[in-house]
């Protein structure tokens, strides 16, 4: 039986105002109850105190290092998760309300943030945080996903240059937003093998798209609709053999219907799977990458 592989990652560890130590600690029991092997961003530096992940309150180094000894993959989530500090996030992006002012800025400033985001300034941004998230964790650091999924090219070379196993920085799936906007009636996008392709010349390395985040502050009212689109996209990440990458925010999963959306999630994945014949592998993405990796 063919195996087909679904990534479950996490976004926004550390980040002040998005991840409470509590419900990082409930998210890892959560997943290691499904037996769901994670992936998880981490910021590096807290960007109002500047102060690196290790000295803000509770003991993150201590629960990572414990989560990764139980087969849970680590990965960097730029440096202190400022919108521009490698790249410009995508209109999907800068169009949500709460971005109105980012959107301006980097209209504005477009020329003077492409000579901002040269190689040279996101190697040392990108050597800068994994070497704080190395020295305190004691494990490398192979993975990356931007902030906001923030992208130029500067930045895709710097990650090849520095010797990342794998990307996460784009997205397949941008109805997600939509659906963040109330635009139910938006129909999902096609996903297709091309299209990846496509995305996966900007990296040299193993670029692993996300699909998007589908439980982001989930209402009753959007489950039925968000499921519908996660299906969708499972479905046709399986038809192209693309590994099916998704995504949850710390606090956010645990402020609407995200862990029971989980939940029906993973059994779908795995009932589906095996209706068509694959073997569908919850894997960290540092395995994923090893194994689609020629």
Same mark, same amino acid.
């Given at each position: 039986?063919?195996?087909?592989?679904?990534?479950?990652?996490?976004?926004?560890?550390? %980040?002040?105002?998005?991840?409470?130590?509590? @419900?990082?600690?409930?998210?890892?029991?959560?997943?290691? %109850?499904?037996?769901?092997?994670?992936?998880?961003?981490?910021?590096?530096?807290?960007?109002?105190?500047?102060?690196?992940?290790?000295? =803000?309150?509770?003991?993150?180094?201590?629960?990572?290092?414990?989560?990764?000894?139980?087969?849970?993959?680590?990965?960097?989530?730029?440096?202190?998760? @400022?919108?521009?500090?490698?790249?410009?996030?995508?209109?999907?992006?800068?169009? =949500?309300?709460?971005?109105?002012?980012?959107?301006?800025?980097?209209?504005?400033?477009?020329?003077?943030?492409?000579?901002?985001?040269?190689?040279?300034?996101?190697?040392?941004?990108?050597?800068?945080?994994?070497?704080?998230?190395? @020295?305190? %964790?004691?494990?490398?650091?192979?993975?990356?996903?931007?902030?906001?999924?923030?992208?130029?090219?500067?930045?895709?070379?710097?990650?090849?240059?520095?010797?990342?196993?794998?990307?996460?920085?784009?997205?397949?799936?941008?109805?997600?937003?939509?659906?963040?906007?109330?635009?139910?009636?938006?129909?999902?996008?096609?996903?297709?093998?091309?299209?990846?392709?496509?995305?996966?010349?900007?990296?040299?390395?193993?670029?692993?798209?996300?699909?998007?985040?589908?439980?982001?502050?989930?209402?009753?009212?959007?489950?039925?609709?968000?499921?519908?689109?996660?299906?969708?996209?499972?479905?046709?990440? =399986?038809?192209?053999?693309?590994?099916?990458?998704?995504?949850?925010?710390?606090?956010?999963?645990?402020?609407?219907?995200?862990?029971?959306?989980?939940?029906?999630?993973?059994?779908?994945?795995?009932?589906?799977?095996?209706? =068509?014949?694959?073997?569908?592998?919850?894997?960290?993405?540092?395995?994923?990458?090893?194994?689609?990796?020629?």
């Amino acid at each position: 039986m063919k195996k087909f592989f679904f990534g479950m990652s996490v976004d926004d560890v550390t %980040l002040a105002h998005w991840c409470k130590v509590e @419900n990082f600690r409930k998210l890892i029991d959560f997943l290691d %109850l499904e037996k769901i092997p994670a992936t998880f961003f981490v910021v590096p530096v807290d960007e109002e105190s500047g102060k690196p992940f290790n000295q =803000l309150p509770g003991d993150y180094a201590g629960i990572i290092r414990a989560a990764h000894e139980h087969g849970h993959a680590f990965a960097q989530h730029g440096l202190s998760h @400022n919108r521009f500090e490698l790249g410009i996030p995508p209109d999907m992006i800068l169009d =949500l309300p709460h971005e109105t002012e980012n959107k301006r800025f980097a209209r504005e400033n477009a020329d003077a943030l492409a000579r901002e985001h040269s190689t040279e300034n996101c190697r040392a941004r990108l050597r800068q945080g994994r070497g704080i998230l190395e @020295n305190t %964790l004691s494990f490398p650091i192979l993975g990356f996903r931007a902030p906001a999924l923030q992208e130029s090219p500067g930045m895709f070379q710097a990650l090849a240059e520095e010797g990342y196993r794998f990307d996460s920085s784009v997205c397949l799936q941008e109805t997600g937003w939509d659906y963040i906007l109330d635009r139910m009636e938006v129909p999902p996008r096609e996903i297709t093998r091309e299209r990846c392709q496509q995305l996966g010349s900007k990296f040299q390395g193993c670029l692993l798209p996300l699909t998007c985040d589908y439980t982001w502050y989930l209402t009753p009212e959007k489950y039925a609709a968000a499921m519908r689109l996660a299906q969708h996209d499972f479905r046709q990440c =399986l038809a192209a053999d693309i590994p099916f990458i998704t995504a949850c925010h710390v606090d956010p999963v645990f402020q609407g219907e995200g862990i029971r959306f989980l939940h029906e999630l993973f059994e779908f994945a795995r009932t589906e799977g095996a209706r =068509l014949g694959r073997e569908v592998c919850f894997e960290n993405m540092e395995t994923i990458a090893e194994q689609i990796t020629p």
